[in-house]
């Protein structure tokens, strides 16, 4: 596959064991020093770090980027007089309000008075027109994105209901306002079409570096209700999708499990297989009886049993090795195999939050629960992933996991 982006298609990886001052400080010194973008960062210019605050949640629940590793990068370029300025678009109002509360909560307020950067206090919305996009040609963005020299993405290495990871690609839906997501799943409810729209925004900001959180991950019911699981690494690459390839690898998920990744290799932005990215390793990674492989020593860190719902990867791995069945039975099994939102009705506290933000109004609430009509659902999960109690997960049927189970 040629590549028609003009980054660098390597990624870097340094070992960060956990987020105390000095290993965060390290990991940060030995990532610059493998990443070219950020040693042309110039004193003077002024650096939005867009992070991952997908909702107000505390660092150790695992959903947000740690603000010790964002006080280190933070304090890394400072230290060569650039300014910088920390925000996102997290799932709520984009208003000075809402946001108050989540640096606050996410540890960003304290991350960014120790490294002497700034809070986003830009609460602007702007309108864009992307002619050359692929199906975002007209959107809504947070307006702070506009007010520096260059986006250094900074997210977060989760599992995703929908998209089965979210890492850097995904992490770019925070340039859209919070209370205006929901309609953008209401205008692209197919999958590839989400996944081109995700894909359109990484390439409209055009970040001069991504970065991923891997030192603690969130597995199983993530973006935000998920389990914090250590893989103790710090990721960048220029190409957000060459990052993700190798984030994707690491949770043990291939490519065609994740439609961000599908998407971006046939529009030519990605190659096929984790393998074909270019490695930069820090020091620190343990040595293997094929020391000239960076892979080898790279693949120490995997975590093949990660839970991820991955969305429908499961199902379409299925169906493309099933001629028969999925030629003669495609709507039927795909509706077996599909995974949705389940409700675990002891832990729902009756808030209607989700059937507030369904962008089909899908749910309607009976005895102070949520009801979920199937037929209306587009499975793009705002309720899983926005419920406050975690009630809602992304699973797949049992009859479902038991015919992938036979399947295997
Ligand atoms: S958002 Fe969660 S807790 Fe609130 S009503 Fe829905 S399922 Fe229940
Ligand atoms: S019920 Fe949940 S997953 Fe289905 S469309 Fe509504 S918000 Fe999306």
């Known amino acids: 596959m040629t590549h028609t982006s003009s980054r660098r298609p390597e990624v870097a990886a340094v070992p960060c064991p956990d987020y105390a001052p ?45 603000p010790a590793l964002v006080q280190a990068l933070c304090a890394w370029l400072r230290a060569r007089g650039v300014f910088v300025t920390v925000g996102d678009g997290p799932g709520g109002a984009f208003t000075k309000a809402y946001l108050d509360g989540v640096y ?23 309108q864009a027109e992307y002619p050359e996009a692929a199906v975002l040609k007209r959107f809504d963005y947070t ?34 306002p919070g209370l205006t997501k929901p309609a953008y799943h209401y205008l692209y409810p197919a999958y590839a079409d989400f996944a081109d729209m995700l894909i359109d925004l990484n390439e409209y900001f055009r970040p001069v570096l991504n970065l991923a959180d891997a030192v603690v991950c969130m597995e199983g019911n993530g973006p935000t209700a998920g389990t914090p699981r250590h893989m103790g690494l710090l990721l960048a690459g220029e190409s957000p999708y ?45 040595k293997t009886d094929r020391p000239e492989s960076p892979w080898a020593r790279l693949d120490a860190f995997r975590i093949p049993d990660f839970q991820t719902p991955a969305a429908d990867a499961g199902m379409e791995v299925f169906l493309k090795g099933q001629g028969f069945l999925a030629r003669s039975g495609n709507r039927i099994v795909r509706d077996v195999l599909a995974v949705r939102p389940r409700l675990n009705a002891p832990q729902c506290v009756g808030c209607k ?56």
Not at 54 to 63: D, F, I, Y
Not at 105 to 126: I, Q
Request: hydrophobic share 40%; net charge positive; glycine share 10%.
């Open 353 to 408: 939050r989700c059937a507030g933000l369904c962008p089909v109004q899908a749910i309607t609430m009976q005895n102070g629960k949520p009801r979920i009509d199937r037929t209306r659902c587009i499975r793009c999960f705002c309720c899983q992933e926005f419920c406050p109690a975690g009630a809602l997960q992304a699973k797949r049927s049992r009859l479902g996991d038991a015919l992938l189970r036979w399947v295997h």
């Open 22 to 66: 000095e290993s965060c400080a390290r990991a940060v010194e030995q990532l610059a020093a493998l990443c070219p973008a950020l040693q042309a960062i110039r004193p003077g210019q002024r650096v939005l770090l867009k992070v991952n605050l997908v909702t107000g949640l505390k660092p150790e629940r695992a959903g947000t980027t740690h």
């Open 242 to 286: 060459a990052l993700d390839l190798v984030a994707a690898r690491l949770i043990g998920l291939s490519p065609e499990q994740i439609p961000t990744l599908e998407r971006a290799c046939q529009r030519g932005l990605a190659p096929e297989t984790a393998l074909e990215v270019p490695l930069a390793l820090g020091d620190g990674f343990p």
């Open 143 to 176: 307006g702070w994105l506009d007010g520096g020299e260059c986006i250094i993405n900074f997210c977060k290495l989760k599992s995703h209901g929908m998209m089965g990871l979210s890492c850097a690609v995904k992490n770019l839906f925070g340039a859209i």
């Open 104 to 126: 606050s909560l996410t540890g960003m307020r304290r991350a960014a008075a120790e490294s002497g950067a700034a809070l986003n206090a830009d609460f602007s919305v702007k």
